[in-house]
């Protein structure tokens, strides 16, 4: 079709009711002379702009392509529904219109216009009639911008309402001459144009009509690169928070940055207002990041603050381990991004520490409960901590718990994450003071007090993957005074299987040392106990085969230490008949002395030949012992026949050397178990065979007992008899 310009209105031929119901593509292709350019008007409903691989809902598409010199230009593929309503280009202008077999559409739907020279590539108009938004593409998206061409998009917006620009992916070539950038003209601007680099924050809260143009450059021949821009501009109206600035002072900070976006919600058909973060005037987008060392100036372009949150990220490292060893860090939220009236989402500390030197310990302002699924957080916020050397995570913490201290043995990421907007009346409890300590090898130690009122749920990092292979991790349980700890496991075995090494658990009682070992791939783990002191589980791990993981989850629960009744009694009744039974001893041998007295002077000699065993059943005594005198002492005054052994080197007496046991009131061991080495096969150690099912308080061990020292000398030749004063070690009770 030629002829003189303007065409008009553009007719379909041969009409759609003519053609078979087959899909059909309308293809228009014209030219036109360097210097003139071709205008393309779109009827109601306008275009809406797709990107490559989308499709339209009712399957009308509309392709429409330019030419610089030989060239094929591809300006965009569009659907209906929009608000693009025309495009001006330059030397000829080829659309192609197709139809599904299902549509009766028997109308073009555009115009061609005959416009002077535009001088650039192409001009698109976007006409908004209330609040919408509309995201547009640059010409040949996603392949590149053609050479040191110019592009411009003409946005017309009502007074009443204001327009944000956001850039959704765009990259940059590489340029010889010139300098790619985008240039705005806002009409009663005093700067205009308004020059931006692609990388910069774009203008936003904008009143009334603008233009913006893409700007490319001389590429380099060898690497050109590709200029390509997809953006979106939202219309809305303006909101209240758009004449508020708020002073965020990060200039007193290190190491630091704070980011502004956008939460994650739900994907809504109907249009749904922007939010932006504008930075100092005009300068607006959805994602701000500000960086510490000054002072900036925000304010907020936004409908509902709600679908904004910050995240915040500071690093903390130890350099020299000569200056940072026992330095206190406070991890705490600034004061002056808390006043701002966007919720904190996450912030996280980067404790760094140099390998092999130095680990850390985290002492919390309030103790901490580990989140697990029997006792699971419910507070404004909670800590995540994970390291940032393995794939390990120790889990979620908050306060109102048990746990007073966490060691940890490498660098670690400390997260605050807040769960609701009351966070900042929490937030004078909140804090983690940090300090660097000696090095040790354990993954972590945690120092764990336990609520006499509620049981204290403990679990392995690394819950849902697993405690790493050949990995440690100790807890160190504090006992409250009068009180005894039950100890509970969740399941009766692990299921690990090794691959190489062994996996072992180690309770160890810190006042006696006594160790209890088991070996997690083989034995069943130790049935609900008490323990009467403060005492370490430590769990050292194997290399697991495929699939296999370990994961203990075990709880300390508290009850007061008291007396069973039953041994009240039996030590009242005992004591009864043991004191009955001193007296008649006493009035048996008063009865001897008096009877020895009238045979001669009372002397303390003691007659080495004298039998001295202790008496047995009466079928194995001596014949006729009983009815001598041989086991009977004439008068055995301790201080006349043993003094000299009672005497020091000054004279005076010494008092006889026992031992008495109280309870134990003093500092409890820093050094949770060693474990057995991991490739050992030795058998498995259990110093205790006694397992109480069930907790229920045990009898106290408050009371003292005395017990004296034995001689552990034995007696040679084979003589049974039992010298005066040489007692034999008592037998174990367990055995």
């Not at 392509?65 to 591809?74: C, E, F, I, L, N």
């Not at 007090?449 to 160190?476: E, F």
Request: net charge neutral; proline share 7%; glycine share 6%.
């Amino acid at each position: 079709m030629s002829g003189p310009c303007p065409f008009g209105k553009v007719q379909l031929q041969p009409s759609t009711s003519s053609l078979p119901a087959l899909n059909r593509t309308f293809i228009w292709d014209v030219q036109a002379h360097k210097r003139i350019g071709l205008e393309l008007q779109f009827s109601v409903p306008r275009l809406r702009q797709i990107g490559p691989g989308k499709s339209c809902p009712d399957g009308v598409t509309h392709s429409i392509s330019g030419r610089v010199d030989a060239t094929v230009v591809k300006i965009g593929t569009f659907c209906t529904n929009g608000t693009v309503s025309r495009i001006k280009m330059q030397e000829g202008v080829k659309m192609a219109l197709h139809l599904p077999w299902f549509h009766n559409r028997n109308v073009s739907g555009f115009s061609i216009a005959n416009q002077s020279s535009i001088k650039r590539l192409c001009i698109i108009e976007s006409v908004f009639e209330d609040e919408g938004s509309a995201t547009l593409m640059s010409a040949n998206y996603p392949e590149g911008f053609p050479e040191d061409e110019l592009m411009t998009w003409q946005f017309v917006v009502p007074a009443h309402l204001r327009a944000s620009v956001s850039f959704l992916n765009f990259s940059v070539s590489n340029c010889e001459k010139k300098e790619e950038r985008v240039e705005y003209y806002i009409p009663g601007s005093t700067t205009n144009p308004e020059v931006f680099k692609l990388q910069d924050k774009q203008p936003g809260n904008m009143a009334g009509n603008f233009n913006l143009s893409l700007q490319g450059c001389d590429q380099d021949s060898q690497n050109p690169g590709s200029l390509r821009l997809r953006f979106q501009v939202l219309v809305q109206h303006p909101q209240n928070e758009s004449n508020k600035t708020y002073l965020v002072d990060l200039s007193n900070e290190r190491d630091m940055s704070l980011t502004i976006e956008p939460r994650s919600l739900k994907q809504s058909r109907r249009f749904v207002p922007g939010c932006f973060v504008c930075l100092e005037s005009r300068t607006c987008s959805t994602n701000l990041t500000l960086a510490s060392g000054s002072k900036h100036q925000i304010s907020f372009l936004c409908d509902n603050l709600t679908r904004l949150w910050m995240n915040a990220e500071k690093t903390i490292s130890c350099i020299d381990h000569r200056y940072c060893h026992r330095k206190l860090y406070s991890l705490k939220v600034p004061g002056n991004i808390l006043q701002l009236p966007v919720q904190l989402h996450d912030f996280s500390w980067k404790l760094l520490v140099p390998k092999d030197r130095l680990s850390l310990v985290l002492a919390p302002a309030q103790k901490l409960q580990q989140h697990t699924h029997e006792r699971a957080c419910n507070t404004s916020y909670s800590y995540l901590m994970v390291s940032t050397v393995q794939d390990l995570s120790y889990g979620y913490f908050c306060p109102g718990g048990s746990i007073e201290q966490i060691q940890v043995k490498q660098n670690i990421s400390v997260t605050l994450r807040t769960f609701t907007p009351s966070f900042h009346q929490d937030v004078s409890r909140q804090g983690l003071t940090v300090s660097y300590i000696p090095y040790f090898k354990e993954e972590g130690i945690f120092t764990v007090t336990p609520d006499t009122k509620s049981k204290v749920y403990l679990r392995t990092p690394n819950w849902d993957q697993g405690l790493p292979p050949l990995t440690s991790v100790s807890w160190n349980i504090s006992m409250p005074a009068n009180q005894v700890a039950c100890l509970t496991f969740y399941k009766e075995r692990t299921s690990l299987v090794c691959q190489t090494g062994r996996a072992f658990m180690i309770i160890q009682e810190q006042q006696t040392n006594a160790e209890e070992i088991f070996s997690l791939e083989e034995d069943m783990l130790p049935k609900p106990s008490f323990r009467h002191h403060s005492f370490w589980v430590n769990i050292s791990n194997c290399s697991p085969m495929s699939g296999k993981q370990l994961d203990l989850l075990f709880w300390v629960t508290l009850t007061p230490r008291t007396m069973d009744l039953t041994v009240v009694i039996i030590a009242v009744v005992g004591g009864g008949a043991l004191l009955l039974f001193a007296l008649g001893l006493i009035i048996f041998f008063v009865k001897k002395k008096k009877k020895k007295v009238n045979k001669g002077p009372a002397i303390g000699i003691y007659n080495g030949n004298i039998n001295t065993q202790m008496p047995r059943q009466p079928k194995k005594l001596r014949k006729g012992r009983k009815d001598n005198d041989s086991h009977v002492y004439a008068v055995i005054d301790d201080t006349m026949v043993y003094g000299h052994l009672l005497q020091d080197s000054s004279g005076s007496f010494l008092k006889p050397e026992v031992d008495t046991y109280r309870p134990f009131q003093g500092p409890m061991g820093d050094c949770p178990p060693s474990p057995p080495p991991i490739g050992s096969r030795a058998p498995t150690a259990k110093l205790t065979t006694d397992e109480a099912p069930p907790c229920f308080p045990s009898e106290s061990e408050s009371e003292p007992y005395t017990f004296s020292h034995p001689n552990k000398e034995s007696v040679g030749n084979g003589n049974t008899d039992i010298p005066l004063l040489d007692m034999q070690e008592p037998a174990d009770p367990a055995e």
